[in-house]
């Protein structure tokens, strides 16, 4: 084995060698221009909600409809490449009461990041959002909500476009 190593050693280059040609050598500054690109799913999703609509994708495979939309079926793999108009309503599938804010500052009032579930979507799917207009000792799971909508001319096509989900008041019959 050592007489392996002792074929294969190398030869060391000096800085002189390079710098004289002597040995290939290339020296390049790296463009790092990035953009991100939101995909097929997620793109129709975000002009959705610039619209006022939200979108989940539907496999026309195993029949689930899964928000927010993707191209391909978690379930049976196959592609999804339709996407459906949802209801902006739906239930509270968990929440948290959060006292701190996410640059560390407490706060008196809390915010209500909560999962969910969208109307119309298959069960446990949903998205996260915050709530409001409601008080945090009456946030429960299973709860019905509303999305409210910033005016269309302020929208942008982010899920900022829903500024919270709000309680829906039970229409008595």
């Keep these: 084995m050592s007489d392996k190593i002792s074929e294969y050693a190398g030869t060391s280059l000096s800085e002189q060698e390079i710098l004289n040609g002597d040995v290939l050598s290339l020296q390049d500054q790296m463009l790092a221009d990035f953009a991100w690109d939101t995909g097929v799913a997620i793109g129709r999703y975000?002009?959705?909600l610039k619209a006022g609509i939200?979108?989940?994708?539907y496999c026309r495979y195993c029949h689930k409809t899964v928000v927010p939309p993707r191209t391909v079926c978690e379930w049976c793999f196959n592609p999804m490449d339709h996407f459906v108009p949802l209801s902006d309503t739906g239930i509270v599938?968990?929440?948290?009461?959060?006292?701190?804010?996410?640059?560390?500052?407490?706060?008196?009032e809390p915010e209500i990041p909560a999962v969910v579930?969208?109307?119309?979507?298959a069960p446990l799917h949903g998205i996260m959002h915050k709530?409001?207009?409601?008080?945090?000792?009456?946030v429960a799971i299973g709860m019905r909500v509303q999305a409210v909508w910033k005016p269309e001319e302020d929208r942008q096509g982010a899920i900022t476009d829903i500024r919270y989900f709000k309680?829906?008041?039970e229409q008595s019959r």
Excluded at 54 to 57: N, R, T
Excluded at 93 to 108: A, G, H, K
Excluded at 117 to 121: D, H, K, L, Q, Y
Aim: hydrophobic share 40%; aromatic share 8%.
């Design 54 to 57: 939200i979108l989940g994708s």
């Design 131 to 138: 709530l409001g207009e409601v008080d945090p000792k009456e």
């Design 167 to 169: 309680p829906v008041k």
């Design 117 to 121: 579930e969208i109307e119309g979507a």
């Design 93 to 108: 599938n968990t929440f948290s009461l959060c006292y701190v804010t996410w640059d560390v500052q407490r706060i008196e």
């Design 46 to 48: 975000l002009a959705g």
